[in-house]
């Protein structure tokens, strides 16, 4: 598309552009004006000349609305099109329904509708012992969030929620870095994590003994299995059998009640060592061994699919892949290109300096000034050692109130009233079944209807001290969800905001430099084959593949992101957001 026609696109495409995919495969484009209404004729292309289109449009910067970044944008990235900016329907649909801040718009009354059909509840990583802020999503199977004719009309309902809410600039914040978010997903799943295979085997058979076929157990796994069974005097025990090891330990007079790492450190017996050591090495193998390597891995490079608030706080989560639970023993393999870096950065005590701009707590902020936070409570003489300082923090993000945690919390309590009087007040909400919301605008679920009936049993005539019991422990649950919803939600919003300045930053430096030749990239491909571009996320940590001319600057980048996302979202508030930054050949020597 060039000439006149460039300059057509160009004229009338000046606010937002609205693009959807038609039942026969043609792409839908549609100009809005700031209201959300059409500001002229919707243009029918084919999938070429959507892409044409939208390469030639982004030279306007426009923002595009789509129902879901993850169906449509991969779309844009193989014929190498990446877009700057991007309204995401479905993920800013989710979170202004349930805000607060927008309770009483039109997107948040009317009835349930197709809009709402994403998020069935589910656990991150499914567990016993799963945490109420881990609660995550799981994909409905439907093909769009939206029917096609529906995405005008709600993307028009969106931005009235937000014009009519209580805080319509930090909700414009929110969804712009959300919708971020969900571009720098498709992208890093497109890209890829450089991994080399040949050292993910030999890391491999270093811990676990050479390849075997599947269903066999590796060397070192077996001889840790006959260990188990002669320690505990059972020939046939199936070690990888959670509820015969338990009664196998019963049986010896020991009584753990689960299979967890912490319930079988408080045993003593001369079984737990080779037990723990198994259950190590075997979620290794299940999690990221030979299957996992010959699945996941593709032309060198792991492509996790990222799922964008996927757990209720706002983190993400992934569908596939477990790219948010790397183990360090096969870190080794990440390994840049030829001629390129790995540029690994994370951000230090992100939750308690979060805690601490949330509250407005100066003596809290002040003691993480330029320093390590916890080192700095231990110097301002809060308490003892680090160790203590991060277990009574800990304690009070997550409602820990026994054992050396509770005898601690008194002192912080004293030392920082406003940080942890803010998270007892959210704690205190969340017990009387009330939301809490982040500093952005994201706010907590309201607990369910067998909640609600336990509370309402606890306070009827007829209720037994048991049914009082319950209804107490329930509600101490959900205030402990609270407490750390407004902590771990904010400190996602702060990620959030960190990657979308990187982001931006590494697309002006990429447009800036072109010194790597296309063919140095082991898988690359054309849209990421020159720049610096973000690979990898870990809730506070990121990854950045880059030439290795550039590594310094993008150091600098990453650094100067971290304090635009503070000041975004605590304006002037004198809070540090210290980073631990390295530039290395491989993941495993940044740490």
């Not at 600098?556 to 631990?580: C, K, M, N």
Request: aromatic share 6%; net charge negative.
């Amino acid at each position: 598309m060039r000439g006149p026609e460039r300059g057509r696109y160009r004229a009338e495409w000046n606010v937002y552009l609205l693009a959807e995919r038609t039942g026969n495969g043609e792409f839908l484009v549609v100009s809005l004006d700031s209201t959300g209404r059409e500001a002229a004729p919707a243009r029918r292309l084919s999938l070429a000349e959507f892409r044409d289109a939208v390469a030639v449009a982004e030279q306007d910067s426009p923002r595009w609305v789509w129902a879901d970044t993850a169906r449509l944008y991969p779309l844009l990235l193989a014929a190498g099109v990446r877009v700057q900016r991007g309204h995401d329907l479905r993920l800013c649909h989710a979170i202004l329904r349930q805000s607060t801040l927008t309770a009483t718009s039109e997107l948040a009354t009317q009835a349930p509708g197709r809009w709402d059909n994403a998020p069935e509840v589910v656990p991150e990583e499914p567990s016993p012992g799963t945490t109420l802020f881990e609660l995550g999503f799981a994909d409905d199977g439907t093909d769009d969030a939206g029917s096609d004719d529906d995405a005008p009309a709600e993307f028009r309902r969106q931005l009235a929620a937000v014009a009519t809410s209580a805080e319509p600039g930090r909700l414009r914040l929110l969804l712009a870095a959300e919708s971020a978010g969900a571009l720098i997903a498709a992208e890093m799943q497109f890209a890829g994590l450089p991994w080399r295979t040949e050292v993910h085997d030999r890391l491999l058979t270093r811990e676990l003994g050479p390849r075997v076929a599947p269903g066999l157990r590796p060397e070192r796994l077996e001889g840790l299995a006959m260990r188990i069974r002669a320690e505990l005097r059972e020939p046939q025990l199936n070690p990888d059998s959670p509820q015969d090891v338990l009664r196998a330990l019963q049986r010896i007079g020991l009584s753990p009640t689960s299979m967890r790492a912490g319930e079988l450190q408080k045993l003593e017996h001369s079984v737990i060592a080779p037990l723990l050591e198994y259950k190590k090495l075997a979620r290794l193998l299940a999690a990221n061994g030979w299957y996992w390597m010959d699945t996941w891995i593709v032309d060198g490079r792991f492509h996790p699919e990222y799922v964008p608030g996927g757990v209720v706080t706002g983190r993400w989560a992934t569908r596939g892949g477990g790219a948010l639970q790397l183990p360090k023993q096969v870190r080794g393999a990440v390994i840049a290109d030829d001629g390129w870096k790995l540029v690994v950065a994370d951000a230090a005590q992100l939750e308690p300096r979060i805690l601490a701009a949330l509250s407005a707590d100066t003596a809290m902020a002040t003691a993480g000034r330029g320093t390590d936070l916890y080192a700095g409570i231990v110097a301002s003489g809060v308490v003892e050692t680090r160790d203590h300082a991060k277990v009574a923090m800990l304690g009070a993000m997550y409602g820990a109130t026994t054992g050396e945690s509770g005898r601690l919390l008194p002192r912080l309590a004293k030392a920082y009233p406003r940080a942890l009087g803010l998270t007892e007040t959210a704690a205190r909400a969340g017990e009387r079944g009330e939301s809490v919301t982040t500093r952005l605008g994201r706010s907590s679920p309201r607990p369910g209807e067998s909640w609600l009936a336990a509370q309402a049993q606890a306070y009827d005539p007829g209720a037994t001290d048991a049914d009082e019991r319950r209804a107490r422990s329930q509600a101490r649950d959900w205030g402990r969800f609270t407490r750390n919803f407004i902590v771990q939600g904010s400190a996602a919003e702060w990620a959030l905001c960190w990657m979308a300045e990187i982001r931006r930053e590494l697309r002006l430096l990429g447009n800036v430099e072109r010194t790597v030749p296309q063919e140095t990239v082991r898988g690359g491909s054309s849209a990421f084959s020159h720049a610096p571009h973000l690979v990898f996320f870990l809730h506070d940590e990121v990854i950045v593949h880059t030439p290795a001319g550039l590594a310094a600057d993008v150091e600098q980048i990453v650094t100067r992101a971290a304090e635009t996302a503070g000041r975004h979202l605590f304006g002037d508030f004198p809070v540090d957001f210290l980073l631990t930054v390295a530039t290395v050949d491989s993941y495993d020597q940044a740490k």
